[in-house]
């Protein structure tokens, strides 16, 4: 463990390198709020005093929008229904809900995507009954393919243990109040710092500072985290107020410095699901190292699949393939007992905590390059690319991988006390 004034110094040091990046990306949404209004339309808010509001999140806005039409009052009916059926009918619960939620998929998708899900519901029960992997591989690959298509995409815009009504009430207020926080985190981002839209402009984001370069993808990957926390805690809240335990929520995206700590906690759900379902089916690491690669490479050629396969998707796959595949190697590395003797032997527990720390940082630049080729696209990647490792070696280079040292290091001490509690 290192000292607390150490862990305290890199602690300040990521504070204010977020601070101080934050205040460069806000100067520049204040100094080309009128050019970025003209290109991207930029919403008029009402809240913040008037700000101006950066609406090219479509995720965000899609689903703000949706929510204040129908899906609040849709969840709102889905809490009532499942108490009262909870009080009134608890043997016919599950039947009262199943008829609640088909009436509620009618209500938001139609004919046509109700009875899409139907027909998806149907075939993959019959499939199942054939007991046979292959089957029920290829049967979800082509279901998975047609949500897809264009005539579907403009329709679908998208045995618990009851708690008692006391309980109920107290999780319901605990949960209401982490979300209003996260939305009014969430609005107040995207009113202050348009980096939507920045990112949507080649040019500006070309000729910005690198401050405002490292401030952009800090907010772009925090406001992503702050997004999901919204968009994953309604539903986790629903399925706690129904006696279910849902998948942990988001963790801090500050917080993490490696491809494999991203993926096992970012998504919880997902990643349980990619290693139930895709990951071990197809070999997982049963069959050698090529039989590893071979599995983890179809784990993210998968998940690329299921965003929507576009070219940035593909290329934001490999380079998290990559990174976890050097990730484990370089871990095996370590763990082989002649590399771990001389740690040991050379090294003291500090030592080997910082030598943890700067490969670390190399490793968490890489992520965030890859988060922003998601988020952003290859354009925006390649941008941060040329500015940060082609055109800025070295003294650019250095001070982010210098940076994303303290932040690893607050990482691995949050990692610590993550996994002890």
Known sequence: MLARWELSFYLLASLGFHFYS????YKVSREHEEQLDQEFDLETGTLFGGLKKDRTDFEWSFWMEWGKQRLVWLLLGHLAVSQMANQIARKHRPWILTAYGMWA???VLGAPGTA???????????????????????????????LR???VEEVKMQRPGPCSLKVGLSVLARGLGRLFCSWCLAELMIHLMYMHAIYGSAPLLGAVSCWTLGGLALAQ??????????????????????GLTPPPLPRCVSTMFSFTGMWRYFDVGLHDFL???????VGGSQHGLLGTLFSTAMTFAFVSYWHGGYDYLWCWAALNWLGVTVENGVRRLVETPRIQDSLAQFLSPRARRRLHAALASCSTSML????LVFLGGNQVGKI??????????????????GFLYCYSHVGIAWAQTYSMN
């Open 22 to 25: 934050f205040c460069e990306v």
């Open 105 to 107: 998929c009618w209500w």
């Open 116 to 146: 899409m899900i139907f027909l998806h519901t149907v075939i993959s029960f019959c499939v199942a009954q054939f007991r046979s992997l292959f089957l029920s591989w290829l049967c979800s690959l082509l279901l998975l393919s047609t």
């Open 149 to 151: 298509l264009q005539d």
């Open 221 to 242: 990957v925090l406001f992503f985290y702050v997004k999901y926390l919204v968009l994953f805690g309604v539903p986790a809240l629903l399925m706690r107020l129904d």
């Open 275 to 281: 290693i139930r379902y895709v990951y071990i089916p």
């Open 368 to 371: 965030i390059l890859s988060n």
């Open 384 to 401: 941060y690319w040329n500015r940060i490792f082609i055109q800025g070696w070295p003294w650019v280079t250095l001070s982010v991988l």
